[in-house]
Structure formats: C-alpha cells, structure tokens
C-alpha cells in the first residue's frame, strides 16, 4: 500500500490570523516570526504515492503553494462553495492549463451547482462528482464523504489508506448517526476549531458537541483545524483542548501528520 502524508497547508478562519489592526493577545503572538498562532485559510495537502492531492483551495493557495514548495497538482477536492475555501479557484485552474490536461475536481453535486453560479470556468475542470456512499479511488487511497450542515451543502471527506482519518473543517450541528457509522475508528478526526472556545456557538458546532462526536466515533486521536480568532495563543489553546481529550491537538500551518 502506498504511503500517505498529510499537510496542513492552512489552519485559520475567513479572515486568517493576525487580523489587520488586532491587538488581542493570539494576533499579537501571531505577529511573532515562527507562531503557530499565524494562520492562513484552511486547505489541507495531501501526498498518496506520488499523486498530489488538494482539499480546499482559499485565497491564500497560492502562497501557500509557495511556502511548502509544491508546484503541481493532480486532484481538486471541494468540501462547500465558501470564499474561504474556493477563493484561489482560478489559481488552480492556471496549474490545470499549464499541465495541458484535465484536472479532477471532486465534489457533490449539490457543490457543483453553487460552484458554477460563482465561477464561469468551472466546468472546464473533469467532474468527478459523488453521491453519498459512492467512493473514489486513487490508487489504493478510498476517498468518499458524509454530508453536514454548515449554511451552505457541505461535505467531510472521508480517507481510507495507510492512514484513515475524516476531514471536517466546517460543521455547525451534530452529525446524524446513520453518517456517525462512516467515521467510525479513524486514526486521525479532524475537527472544525472556530468557535471552540464558545459556551454558545452561533455558527460552528461547540466544543463539547464535537468532543462527544469523536467519543461515540472512538476516533484514535483528534486534531483542530480551522481555529478561530478568539481562541488564545497555539500553544495555551492546545494546553485547555488537551485537559478535556488527551489525544487532541491544535494543527498549524504546515503541520504534518
């Protein structure tokens, strides 16, 4: 079975940290060369034999691209039509036409229908769209998703190879159980941190919520990504989730796992 790497190319809300003209205490400790507290738009990168594989592509792609030193690209994931996670379409539109081939853009098609609506070109990408229950196959790496709901259609994709792991980076309510059972025993969940330390979430699903959903998921470690602005400073954030869920982390840009 081939190897799988997984990097977090970006860890940060719609408007990634620092905030312009913020002085709170994460900003601040952001502005520090090396924070883990900076972060940009969320995408995650990921490495499967030699195919090179993207989910989320926000506006901060392209020196995201830059920064870890990748150059090409062979699939597209798209979990929902949010700027924060398909602002930087056109940049890899450009990577799709200076390799002379289709790229795969994989998705729903509830997905799609919002993409077109926003970008005209869309369609010039090779569709791979899923249906709930439906996999592809990349190589030997399983890649299929459970829908959840965050304002738009939204999907978690799941990933089953060397590695298992569910990727959600935006969830506002509590999964149903029927989707519960594909996300079952994974090695990696990875969790939707914006308002995680919110007594109230208005727009993400709390704290408490995701941690029972990882309990009932016996997932074997659990990972924050998309972390939001009002959290403290990397390490003191990692330091509370930790006190909760011992096998929790907080992901940085360019965390690898």
Known sequence: ???????????????PIPRLGCKCRTCEDARIPNSRSRRTRSSLYIE??????????????YHQMIREGVEDLDYVLISHAHNDHVGSLEDVRTIMQRR??????????????????KFRYVEEFDERLLAY???????????????????????????????????????????????????????YLVLDGSEIMKKSPEFHL?????LEMAREAKAKNIIFTHIGHRCPPHEELERIVRLVYSESKIAYDGMVI
């Open 1 to 15: 079975m081939s190897s799988t790497k997984i990097k977090f190319f970006g860890t940060g809300p719609a408007w």
């Open 48 to 61: 499967h034999g030699d195919k090179k594989i993207l989910v989320d592509c926000g506006p901060d792609f």
């Open 100 to 117: 002379g081939v289709g790229m795969p853009l994989v998705t729903s098609k509830e997905v799609f229908k919002e993409l077109k609506k």
């Open 133 to 187: 229950g439906e996999n592809l196959e990349i190589d030997d790496l399983k890649i299929s998703f459970v829908p959840v709901r965050h304002g738009s259609y939204t999907l978690a994709f799941t990933f089953e190879g060397s590695k298992r792991f569910a990727y959600f980076s935006d969830i506002s309510h509590p999964l149903r159980k029927e989707y519960l059972q594909k996300i079952m025993n994974m090695d």
């Open 206 to 210: 709390s704290l408490e919520k995701q």
